[in-house]
């Protein structure tokens, strides 16, 4: 069964703080993305990738910054945390030309 | 602007009946339909999906209806359990698989039993 490990699974920062949410799928999959979960907006695609050293931008990508560093790993930036970044962010990965995507469990973010 | 719709926001059913969730699109272009579920703690997980080129897709208790001239589609969930309570997501790609993925509010679904 695919697997997408994301670390840590809460994080507490201060305003401008400097948070990196992290991501781990050992499916081999070439697509990985990274999500924002908010009451009222369902899911809304930050950044993607199509693989190691590629960066897509997503729709809502202000304030964060992604690297893909190899196959396997994808993270997410927050150089100056703000409040509006609390969130629940879930990492997924996919395939190339498959459909589904598989998400991890998802990392809570409270910035203070 | 919100280009996937759900609606209700949070339905209640009883055990036994049928759920209805309905979504709505803006974008000609979305060809690829799948709803995700997702229970408390955990991320949202492939339910069902559809292609534009159909108009009914069934996996068991769960059927979408799809309507391509009025950019419409429900997700029926028949014999609601208590288990089948969570939230569901449509979903819409452009690109005829998972890249890309447009998500919509979701719907809160709860079965009383």
Redesign the interface.
Known sequence: EAA?TQSPRNKVTVTGGNVTLSCRQTNSHN?MYW?RQDT??????IH?SYGAGNLQI??VPDGYKATRTTQEDFFLLLELASPSQTSLY?C?S?GQ??????????TRLTVV | QQQVRQSPQSLTVWEGETAILNCSYENSAFDYFPWYQQFPGEGPALLISILSVSNKKEDGRFTIFFNKREKKLSLHIADSQPGDSATYFCAASAEGGSAKLIFGEGTKLTVSS
Do not use: I, M, N, P
């Open positions: 997408v697509y999500y009222g907006h369902g899911l809304r695609l993607y997503g729709d879930f997924a996919s030309g498959e459909t589904e995507v598989f998400f991890g469990k998802g």
